[in-house]
């Protein structure tokens, strides 16, 4: 069974907007500086959290999560809630 860390990954992954040979995601990646990511690529990613964890996050929930790290932890607890 997979982390959520590494569910987390192929999401990012599969959204396509840094090129893995250059970039190592790990926890402390955060979204924007070392990915890249703008608004737009925040919603697709929440939009696939929410399908492959079966969660619905609400938006000022997003805006403080900044990292790899704090985003897995963030499902991680939300997780533990809906168990």
């Known amino acids: 069974m997979k982390s959520t860390e590494e569910k987390l990954i192929e999401i990012l992954d599969g959204m396509a907007i840094y090129n893995p040979v250059e970039v190592t995601v790990t926890k402390s990646t955060r979204f924007e500086a070392d990915l890249g990511m703008d608004s737009m690529d925040g919603v697709e990613m929440v939009m696939c959290i929410e399908d492959v964890f079966g969660l619905v996050i609400p938006d000022p929930d997003v805006i403080e999560v900044s990292t ?9 607890k939300r ?3 809906v168990e």
């Open 68 to 76: 790899v790290g704090a985003m897995v932890d963030y499902i991680d």
């Open 79 to 81: 997780l533990e809630l």
